[in-house]
């Protein structure tokens, strides 16, 4: 069948907002890149209100002061099938020593972890750089400490939950405050098999106790409101993994850290992201 593919210039910060409100629109499925996300749709969708939408969207971003507004173009592909098309947008990568994220339809690698993730369902595919680096980092301190419990803060698609549970973290839990995240993370906890996984909707707050590892892959300025919470429901040996930081932010969320008697171990850089790990002191 016919489909419209939008490919949509705009900036990191933007973009978990975007691809909601494409999904909310009726997009069939997204593809997020470095500098852009394409996003499909069926021929029946009204072109010009989802223009409308973006040009809107383009508005509040210049007017919240970013250097780089949203930019869009459209184009209808005639008769061919978008699902096989799209597919070919996502391939199997390796991250870290053992891991590989893949989407369900690729045959999975023998010798690594595999890491199956559906990427129709709205929350990225674990291709970006800060997923990565937070792989990197727990798959690096998993080797040198307890796993009995991990905590994944913000799990979007369940990524950094499912890879704990396959790196033997006895008790996985992962929170996130989006229904939608929970029912995907949920879902792609199936893929894995991983079934043991809690996920809950929620966040930080609303739990006990403390964990070995904890993650936390959302943007700068909510993991400074956080660092309290992470302090207080980390083991006093256990480690806090950080990321959603672009370069130059790092500062002030390794201060927040401080504050709350978390010291920075470790800084990794993938790009234009900073993720960090810290400790109780």
């Not at 690096?140 to 950094?160: P, R, W």
């Not at 256990?238 to 800084?267: C, P, R």
Request: with cysteine; charged share 25%; glycine share 8%.
């Amino acid at each position: 069948m016919p489909y419209y593919e939008f490919t949509i210039a705009v900036a990191d910060r933007f973009k978990d907002h975007l691809i909601k409100k494409l999904t909310d629109s009726g997009c069939l499925g997204v593809i997020e890149q470095d500098e852009a996300v394409i996003a499909y749709f069926p021929d029946a969708v009204d072109v010009k209100t989802i223009a409308n939408d973006l040009s809107l969207m383009n508005a509040l971003i210049e007017k919240s002061g970013e250097a780089n507004g949203l930019t869009f173009r459209h184009r209808l592909i005639p008769d061919q099938d978008w699902n096989e098309s799209w597919k070919k947008g996502f391939v199997p990568i390796d991250v870290g020593e053992r891991f590989t994220i893949l989407p369900p339809w690729k045959e999975e690698k023998i010798g690594r972890i595999n890491l199956i993730i559906d990427p129709a369902m709205a929350f990225g595919t674990g291709h970006h750089e800060t997923t990565r680096s937070c792989l990197v980092l727990m798959e690096k301190y998993a080797a040198q400490g307890g796993k009995e419990s991990f905590l994944d803060v913000g799990t979007g698609t369940g990524i950094l939950a499912i890879a704990a549970a396959k790196l033997g973290y006895a008790r996985v839990i992962g929170v996130d405050t989006d229904v939608l995240a929970v029912d995907a993370a949920r879902k792609n906890a199936e893929l894995n098999h991983t079934e043991g996984i809690e996920i809950r909707e929620g966040s930080i707050a609303n739990l006990n106790g403390t964990y070995d590892l904890i993650a936390a892959n959302i943007i700068s300025g909510v993991l400074i409101l956080l660092a309290p919470a992470l302090a207080l429901h980390v083991k006093p040996a256990g480690i806090v993994v950080l990321s959603g930081i672009l370069f130059g932010q790092e500062e002030e969320v390794i201060d927040a850290m401080n504050m709350a008697d978390l010291k920075l171990l470790e800084q990794y850089q993938d790009g234009k992201w900073i993720s960090l790990a810290v400790a109780r002191r």
